[in-house]
């Protein structure tokens, strides 16, 4: 079946500290992977995705890189800043779905002090 | 990125009443609908997928005669709460996306939803 584990949080950070958020999954066919993210009280918003294998999605710093042969799609930004507060899920949609549903992680709270 | 409007963004209502969300797709045709319910500090639920003029499809465990949905126009869907009860107040997220195997899914803002 299809599922993403990701990183349990909350993950508490200085500005301008280098962050890593790590996602794995499992999944049916070639599905494509997604960052999103979710500031407080709205509703998430596409931060990156890759569509295939060895593709880097990137957006704002953020980066993360769809590798197949560890089945993972870390999030990594070389320096955080205190907007980049929010909770960040990573997230599958099977190649096999034809109505594009999103399989989600559970969701890692970042927190960034100044 | 495409524009939902999800509405209302937050609402307050009695037990035993009900209560309608919608979801708009703004400046795209909404081929599919998606609503999710998310609980504090946790991922996100797939209630069910709609697709515009058939019945919605419901995820196991989800009452169909609780949370109604209709999908009758290519860029609007309603989920209703009916006989709601403080069991039920949640953040209940709507996504939508177009035609294609490959189109992005686009998120409304959510509705907090509190019954007292």
């Known amino acids: 079946g299809n599922s993403v584990t990701q990183m349990e949080g909350p993950v508490t950070l200085s500005e301008e500290a280098f962050l890593t958020i790590n996602c794995t999954y499992t999944?049916?066919?070639?599905?494509?992977l997604f960052w999103y993210v979710q500031y407080p009280g709205e509703g998430l918003q596409l931060l990156l995705k890759?569509?295939?294998?060895?593709d880097k999605g990137s957006n704002k710093g953020f980066e993360a890189t769809y590798r197949k042969e560890t089945t993972s799609f870390h999030l990594e930004k070389g320096s955080v800043q205190v907007s980049d507060s929010a909770v960040y899920f990573c997230?599958?949609?099977?190649?096999?779905?034809?109505?594009?549903?999103?399989?989600f992680g559970r969701g890692t709270q970042l927190t960034v002090w100044p | 990125g495409a524009v939902v409007s999800q509405h209302p963004s937050w609402v307050i209502c009695k037990s035993g009443t009900s209560v309608k969300i919608e979801c708009r797709s703004l400046?795209?045709?909404?081929?599919?609908m998606f609503w999710y319910r998310q609980f504090p500090k946790q991922s996100l639920m797939l209630m069910a997928t709609?697709?515009?003029?058939?019945?919605?499809?419901?995820e196991q465990g989800v009452e169909k005669d609780k949370f109604l949905i209709n999908h009758a126009s290519l860029t609007l869907s309603t989920l209703t709460v009916t006989s709601a009860h403080p069991e039920d107040s949640s953040f209940y997220i709507c996504?939508?996306?177009?035609?294609?195997?490959?189109?992005?899914?686009?998120f409304g803002q959510g509705t907090r939803l509190t019954v007292v």
């Open positions: 996504s939508a996306r177009g035609d294609g195997q490959n189109t992005e899914a686009f």
């Open positions: 999944a049916t066919g070639y599905p494509s």
């Open positions: 890759a569509t295939k294998a060895d």
């Open positions: 997230a599958l949609r099977s190649g096999g779905s034809t109505l594009g549903r999103l399989y």
């Open positions: 400046d795209f045709q909404a081929t599919t």
């Open positions: 709609s697709n515009e003029g058939s019945k919605a499809t419901y």
